[in-house]
């Protein structure tokens, strides 16, 4: 019997298993689809995912970005990360990498395998029944391990989309750039020398991506006329409640554990982080510590998340609040510092109170 198997081989599954194999246990990896494979996201790795995938040996190639700029109702916003910057990198080329460094250090990869349910020691696959002592979910945001385990909490009230696509250009920004527009947002991320990818979320209604792009129009004007260079990827619901991240012996990670919003990019590093916890409480065979983990883990960037999905619903405090970034670029640049882990929140000390004085008076 192997010590664990994953059912995922998308990043979260591909971080769980290298750190399992440089920890000297058994993994396979199993995954319907065959790599690269690709998915929507917004490609900006934040600085701690960056540090993160360093640790197991995984180096992508892909345009490093100094900070976040906010564009919305004529106010620019501009904060930069205190430390190391972070990592904008094709979907396929993060994939790619970690295939690379899995053979490596001799995860067992199976492609082409499908899951079809749960047994009490392994996984039924439609090439068999595969056994293990550890049982991983980490294939995404609607898990089907998450439902089989009946862990399943359903989507959010809140229904929130995404759609990516890239346009083959120089990129104009070593930024990632927001643009808040009219009930979006386009999160716009330097991703090779010529390419350049976007990714819109939004609320609610029926949208594409070029609808969305549309309403606004300093953006479509910075990319009209550039070839596509990909075609438009989209998911949702974004919000995906899990009732618990273990059961028995079978733990969750990624998306799979549960997600709030692509607001804040964060995704990619929490799920890096997690991979790293559930590792460490594999190896010490306690999934409880895994629990309390993954909520230390989550419970900041929750916070970001709930607070700027209230700005995305409030246009004219969104407005203030890029205002008040503008006038303390410095306080930015905690802030993200914070968001990112290479800060701790005590560092922004008497900025807040600044911070909520310029919401009131701007």
């Avoid at 492609?111 to 020691?121: C, H, N, P, T």
């Avoid at 409640?241 to 079978?250: C, M, P, Q, S, Y």
Wanted: glycine fraction near 12%; charged fraction near 25%.
């Amino acid at each position: 019997m192997n010590d664990l198997l994953i059912v995922g081989g998308g990043p979260a599954g591909l971080a769980t298993a290298i750190r399992a194999r440089l920890a000297g246990l058994g993994v396979t990896v199993i995954d319907r689809a065959r790599p690269p494979i690709d998915k929507a996201c917004g490609e900006g790795l934040m600085p701690d995912a960056v540090a993160r995938l360093r640790e197991i040996g995984v180096v992508p190639r892909g345009l490093p970005f100094r900070g976040i700029r906010y564009f919305d109702r004529g106010a620019v916003a501009e904060g930069l990360f205190p430390d190391a910057g972070g990592l904008g990198v094709r979907r396929t080329e993060l994939h790619q990498a970690l295939v690379c460094r899995a053979e490596e250090v001799g995860v067992d990869l199976r492609w082409g395998v499908k899951a079809e349910g749960l047994q009490e020691d392994g996984v039924e696959t439609d090439q068999g029944v595969l056994t293990a002592r550890w049982i991983v979910g980490a294939d995404g945001l609607r898990s089907r391990v998450r439902q089989w385990a009946g862990l399943d909490g359903g989507a959010g009230p809140l229904l929130r989309y995404g759609v990516r696509r890239h346009f083959a250009m120089a990129p104009w920004s070593d930024f990632v750039e927001v643009y808040w527009g009219p009930g979006c947002e386009a999160y716009v991320t330097p991703v090779a020398p010529d390419q350049v990818g976007i990714a819109f979320l939004w609320s609610g209604r029926k949208a594409d991506f070029d609808a969305l792009l549309e309403s606004l129009p300093e953006l479509r004007t910075r990319v009209a006329g550039a070839p596509l260079a990909s075609r438009d990827r989209g998911t949702g619901p974004l919000r995906q409640r899990v009732r618990a991240v273990h059961k028995g012996n079978l733990a969750l990670v990624g998306d799979a554990a549960g997600y709030f919003d692509a607001i804040t990019g964060e995704g990619l590093a929490v799920a890096l982080h997690e991979s790293a916890a559930l590792v460490e409480a594999i190896v010490a065979g306690d999934l409880g510590r895994y629990a309390r983990a993954h909520r230390r883990i989550n419970r900041l960037p929750d916070l970001m998340t709930g607070l700027v999905l209230a700005l995305e619903r409030r246009p004219r405090l969104r407005a203030r609040a890029v205002r008040a970034l503008a006038a303390e670029p410095a306080l930015f640049s905690r802030l993200l510092g914070i968001h990112a882990r290479t800060l701790p929140p005590r560092r922004l000390g008497l900025g807040a109170l600044r911070l909520a004085w310029r919401l009131m008076a701007v």
